[in-house]
């Protein structure tokens, strides 16, 4: 029996090769696009999964109060790091690391920067990265040791075994290898190639000075646990340790625990709570990945029950000899199930030719793994699910025919079996309507931000990240690199003009006791407006010209619409240290965190030894190169030990837009494919009613009807159905795509020419594809489709 089911499926799909095509493709396509998507999906939701104590490792964050709500910050005191080990027996360890730098790593004439953290003894025990070389209990309990991953020491190395081997870093230490781990896999939140020991890291005076000062919240801490299921315990006796060690005129802080397993996707906190992140972009993408889906199944059930008249006097013989319905579900759900399984190979085939360019697309290193059980799981899931939802309409609707009635040639169509159709086709425009107008929303929000006015000039602005002899001899290279005549202007900063790395409070004449607000905090030296090209709005810049200037302060707008000082310029203000300092200029607002946000208030107070960013403003030229390896020989001559490295700050800037930008383009390339489904589905839908009513279109010519009138005819119940798809999508992505923006601070309005254009395009598409089919049998000799009447 199953050998004669195979046989006539293949005989029915060979018999009508068009549709049968015309389906495979349109499933393929869209098993293709689900696989491509829910790669991303699962590497995105795998993150930090592959730890050993993953759901039992959390970071340590704290809840703040001020200016009226609650503010969360990834960072807490570092005395935190010694209290929690005693403060619950729930609490198997703490650990403490900083946020990462770049380290210069020498073995003899070898020389490489990787990334790298200083870290506590704990940290190899707890988060368990893997080490196929050394002891993780106590590879780095001596202040002497460093801990590599397998791409270090070959480079370092090469064949050799590093394994006590000495490691110069930073020009400044002299480390033994402890310990070699893997290779970090991207899935991994923590991103790093060494680790060096915190003891190391205390030998500077201000980090020891750390270990006590609750007031200085600049460090990552974590907590592993006994098991995940103590979590709400914990946080109720950890909740209020900052206030046991708070000063009387501290803002409240609470601390909370933040799981590693929600780092990456969990990621934005309002007024205390978690209310987003990158699962937002999972579910999206998971959501259009559903949609596909069921487009291309939407196509198999069209074309199957469209196709019904042909298989109806099959329907017929088999129930008069004896086939019961139960059977014939079986055999049509069959054969359905036989096309997905198809479908499933080929959209395989195509995922993997699809691979590299998506993995480009997507900056991921995506695969498909054929050996995992889950792999052949989804599989048989996917061919299941789509086997099913694409054959059980037609199954059903083809098994129900009367044999009597069928056998006549009577009762196979009307309007019971095209209505299911029509609602089939207007969900399935509907799905494409509402990615058409997410597509270009998307994309206007893109642009509405990348054409915001950010406050500053960030053409020819490169950034470079200080050494120790850099910072000896700052001065020195300043004047050499102003000298070349390739460097307009040059400043230092506590960070990159992209970035904020600190936070702090200010005080102002009128302030009210019981208002906080945090501002952001820049420490800079010398010509920082003249090098970032932010303009003055009022007073002037720190210059060498003041003395007095090593007690002055820069304010941004932002600041001084909170502050609210008629007459600032002169003004004395306060620091959070308690230090006095004179206001000398208000600046242009300047955007230098998330670009869809509101710009905040910002001061900046002069400070040579706090910088950790070089800016040189680089003056206009056509040889770029040239003007960089002039800059370079100043760099070598000073600090000749690293190399030159350096970032672009548009180029820093443009990365801000990665999630975004992802969206935008995921978000077209599958509104693309969906069209392509959409459209593959209505034409073969269209080439099939065209051929049903070749006699009527036969007689209607014979008749004086013209060609354009045929085809406006056939044309129209097609066009009614986009026009009605159009009215329920448009409402439906309009409170879909303001709930996406509502996220954004700084957003685009959703235009009203967006709904009326895509409605547009979408029915001309429609009506391009059917008019195709209509006009090629309107065309036809009416003489050969009435011979046999």
């Not at 046989?7 to 689900?34: D, H, Q």
């Not at 989804?378 to 083809?398: H, K, N, V």
């Not at 936070?503 to 009128?510: A, I, K, N, Q, V």
Request: aromatic share 12%.
């Amino acid at each position: 029996m199953l050998k004669n089911y195979f046989v006539v499926t293949l005989r029915n799909l060979r018999k009508s090769g068009t549709y049968s095509l015309i389906n495979i493709a349109g499933l393929s396509i869209g098993i293709t696009c689900t696989i491509l998507i829910l790669l991303w999906v699962a590497d995105e939701l795998s993150f930090n999964r592959f730890l050993p104590k993953a759901d039992r490792l959390y970071k340590v964050m704290a809840n703040v109060t001020y200016d009226g709500k609650i503010n969360t910050w990834g960072a807490v005191a570092l005395p935190a790091y010694d209290a929690l080990k005693t403060e619950n027996s729930l609490i198997t360890n703490t650990c403490a690391a900083d946020w990462g730098n770049s380290h210069l790593l020498s073995v003899g004439e070898n020389k490489i920067r990787k990334r790298g953290h200083y870290v506590t003894e704990e940290f190899l025990k707890m988060f368990e990265f893997p080490l196929v070389k050394g002891n993780p209990d106590n590879a780095l309990n001596d202040p002497g040791s460093i801990v590599i991953s397998t791409s270090v020491a070959k480079a370092l190395f090469g064949g050799e075994d590093p394994i006590n081997k000495i490691i110069r870093v930073d020009n400044k230490y002299e480390q033994k290898v402890t310990g070699v781990m893997t290779d970090l896999p991207t899935t991994s939140s923590f991103q790093f190639d060494c680790l060096l020991p915190w003891t190391l890291y205390e030998t500077d005076p201000w980090v020891k000075s750390c270990r006590t000062n609750w007031g200085n919240y600049s460090y990552g801490v974590y907590v592993e646990l006994n098991n995940a299921l103590s979590r709400q315990a914990v946080e109720a006796a950890i909740k209020d340790l900052p206030a046991r060690h708070a000063k009387a005129d501290e803002v409240k802080k609470e601390f909370f625990l933040y799981p590693l397993t929600q780092w990456r996707l969990y990621s934005v906190f309002e007024n205390g709570r978690i209310t987003g992140g990158g699962i937002e972009y999972v579910q999206l993408f998971s959501i259009i990945a559903l949609f596909i889906l069921i487009m291309a199944c939407i196509n198999f059930m069209n074309l199957a029950t469209a196709r019904s008249v042909r298989r109806a006097k099959e329907v017929g013989i088999r129930k008069s000899v004896g086939s019961s319905r139960r059977e014939l579900i079986i055999r049509f759900i069959g054969e359905s199930l036989f096309i997905s399984f198809v479908s499933f190979a080929i959209s395989v085939l195509l995922a993997e030719v699809a691979l590299p360019f998506y993995n480009n697309l997507v900056q991921k290193q995506l695969h498909i793994n054929y050996l995992a059980p889950p792999f052949w799981l989804f599989a048989a899931g996917l061919i299941f699910f789509t086997g099913i939802i694409s054959g059980s309409y037609p199954a059903f609707y083809l098994s129900a025919f009367r044999p009597a009635t069928v056998l006549k040639g009577k009762g196979m169509g009307g309007k019971g079996g095209t209505m299911p159709r029509k609602v089939l086709v207007t969900l399935q425009f509907g799905f494409s309507i509402l990615l058409i107008i997410g597509t270009l929303v998307v994309y206007r929000q893109v642009q509405h931000v990348k054409n915001r006015d950010m406050g500053f000039d960030k053409e020819n602005l490169v950034s470079i990240a200080p050494t120790e002899d850099i910072r000896k001899h700052y001065q020195a290279i300043k004047e050499e690199l102003l000298r070349t005549g390739v460097v307009h202007a040059m400043t230092q900063s506590n960070s990159a003009i992209t970035d904020i790395d600190s936070w702090g409070f200010l005080g102002w004449p009128g302030k009210p006791e019981d208002q906080r607000v945090l501002f952001t905090n820049l420490a800079a030296g010398y010509d920082y407006t003249k090098t970032m090209g932010i303009r003055l709005l009022a007073g002037r810049d720190f210059s060498e010209d003041f003395k007095s200037d090593t007690a002055a302060v820069l304010i941004n707008k932002a600041a001084l619409d909170l502050i609210g000082l008629k007459d600032p310029i002169g003004q004395q203000l306060s620091l959070y240290n308690g230090n006095k300092v004179e206001l000398i200029g208000i600046l242009e607002n300047t955007i230098m965190g998330s670009p869809n946000d509101v710009v905040g208030p910002m001061f900046i107070q002069f400070n040579l030894s706090w910088f950790n960013s070089l800016t040189l403003r680089l003056e206009k030229t056509d040889d770029l190169q040239g003007s960089l390896k002039k800059i370079e020989a100043v760099f070598k001559k000073f600090s000749p030990a690293y190399p030159f490295e350096y970032t672009f700050a548009d180029v820093e800037f443009q990365k801000k837009f990665s999630d975004i930008n992802l969206t935008g383009k995921l978000a077209n390339l599958f509104a693309t494919l969906a069209i392509l489904i959409t459209g593959l589905g209505l034409f073969g839908l269209a080439s099939f009613t065209a051929e049903q009513r070749t006699k009527e279109i036969g007689i209607r010519k014979v008749l004086g009807a013209s060609v354009s009138n045929l085809v406006a005819l056939m044309s129209k119940d097609f066009s009614r159905l986009v026009i009605l798809s159009f009215v329920i999508a448009a409402p439906v992505s309009w409170w879909m795509l303001n709930k996406f923006l509502e996220k954004y601070a700084y957003r685009v309005e959703i235009p009203w020419w967006v709904f009326p254009l895509t409605g547009i395009v979408a029915l001309a598409f429609a009506v391009v594809i059917v008019s195709s089919q209509a006009l090629r049998v309107a065309r036809a000799n009416p003489v050969n489709s009435l011979r046999t009447e």
